[in-house]
Structures are given as C-alpha cells and as structure tokens.
DNA sequence: TTTATAGGTCAATATTATTGACTTTTATGC
DNA sequence: GCATAAAAGTCAATAATATTGACCTATAAA
C-alpha cells in the first residue's frame, strides 16, 4: 500500500489528467458541433490527416473502433467533401483515404487550437519540461 | 503559423496525450464492465471519496453534467449501498454524500490501477518530470 | 408570504457505440 | 480454376449516455 500523502499527491495527478484531458478536447469539440460534427470526425480528419493514404482497415485499428461505428462518420466526411477516396492500384479492395483540401483547412483549425496550447505551454515550461512530459505520458500509453 | 517541424513535434504530443488517456481510462473501466458500470459511476465514486460530505450540486459542477444525467448513476450507486446519503443538518434540502465502506473499497480498486501506473512512471522518471507534468497539465486544465 | 434553492423525476430525443449476420469485390494459395 | 481469405460496406437490434424541457416537493431566505 501506497504512503497516504503521497497518495494524495497522486490523485492530484489523477484529477489533473481528467480537467486537462477535457479542456484539451473542448476548443475541437465546440467547432466541430457549429457543424454538426462529433469528436469521432475530428479523430477520423486527424489520423488520415497524419497518414495520407491510410486504408479503413488501418484506421479501425488505431481510433479503435468498430467498422460499423467508423463507416457513418466516415461516408459522412467523404460526403461532404472532406476525404478523399481512391482504390490502391495494387490492391483494389483497398481504398486509400486522403484530406481534402477543405478537409485539410478544417483539420488544421481543429488541431490548431490543440497545438497553440501545446506550444504556449511548453516554451512556457521549457525543453526539458516538455520532453519529461512526453516520455511520461508515453510510458502511461505502453502501460 | 508554426514551423513544420514543430508542427510535427507538437503532433506527436497530441498523439501521446489521446492514447496515454485511453489507456489510462481502460483498466478501470474493465473493472467497471464487470460489475454493469460505466465511467461515470468511477467518476462519482472518485469525487465523493475525495470531497466527502460534498452535495449533488457540488458534484454536478465537478462532473460538467447535467442533474438528470447524474440522478440514475448516483441513485444506482446508493441503491447497491456504495455511497450513503445523509441530510444536512443546517439546510435540510442538501444531500451530503460519502462512500460507504463498500464504496471506499471498489474506489481504492478503481483508483488503484491508476495510482499504480502513475507512481511506477513517476518513480521511473524521477521527481523533476513528476512536477514539470503537473505543471503542464494544471496550464492545460485553465488554458 | 413570495421567491429562490436543492433535489428529484418523467418524457422525448440524439449520439455513439456495440454485437451479429450477411454481401460484394478482389486477392491469393494450392 | 477453385476454395479461401481479406477489405470494405451495410442492415438490424440493442445499449449507454447525454441532452433539453417541463414539472414537482421540500426547505430556506427575503
């Protein structure tokens, strides 16, 4: 059993991860509903965003998600206008996913609220600060 | 705009936050699962075991929900006697609330897959990257 | 005594996700 | 060439989570 002080210390950093979490997803969440948009989207934009060419399968993979919860959002982006779809040449089941350019604009105003957090934030706190933190929260993402 | 280096630097914290968060999340929800309880029902057991004696409006403000989103998981919660409820002396219309030893027990199971998680990382990683992860996170929580 | 506060509840609706079953198209191993 | 598997898509039923809106009781305070 953990020291109760420093039990104490520790839910500290439990709390502070839930409000940071929620104040890191709210700017994206309130753009996103002006539209009609849920997180999901934002998700979706955002992995096909950082993996031009990524295929459906990939992508139930890392949002980790069912193919039946992925494949509304997803027909309702390309509906839209904002993905792009074209069948892998070497491979025809597969179909590559790819940004728009509008949905590049709208990835980019979502995330850009995250990122100038980010980046305000760590030259706030410093190099060493900012790589603490992520090697922090990469042990918590292999735990 | 933000060089595309960093961009890229700060794309991977964001990365790092969204499945640091999930994996965070995931061994109390199995728990939970188990039992036919969700995340909110955690999110209750966790701020009434910190704030004990604390009311339902106090709890709604925490939580960022809505009163009849929190009634059924709060009333479920007393029925299966995990917190116990007791009127205010002074002001007899508010509800003081408090784990029940129950309660307390599946909390501290809850909670303790994360404190573990945290203090193993946190012993790993030494006290400076423990205090310069609070500090970016409590600039994220006001941001 | 009027008004406000704390708490609770019913109803309707929306979103998001699940499991399960099934189809089409295309590749691949034999 | 044929059986099998993989990638994608879809329909249906269900569950959970949450919302807005309306309304109620009990208690406190002006």
Known sequence: MIDLNRQTELRESIELFFFAYRAFTA????????????????????????????TVTELLGTLG????????????????????????PDDKRV?????????????????????????KLFDKEGRDAELAWKRLMDGLRQA
């Open 27 to 54: 700017p994206p969440d309130r753009i996103l509903a002006d539209r009609g948009l849920g997180r999901v989207h934002h998700r979706i934009l955002y992995f096909v965003g950082r993996q031009p060419g990524t």
């Open 65 to 88: 998600v069912t193919k039946q919860a992925l494949n509304a959002p997803l027909r309702q982006l390309v509906e839209v206008g904002l993905i792009g779809t074209t069948a892998d």
């Open 95 to 119: 179909k590559r996913l790819a940004l728009t350019a509008d949905g590049a604009a709208l990835e980019a105003e979502l995330t850009g609220t995250q990122l100038a957090m980010l980046e």
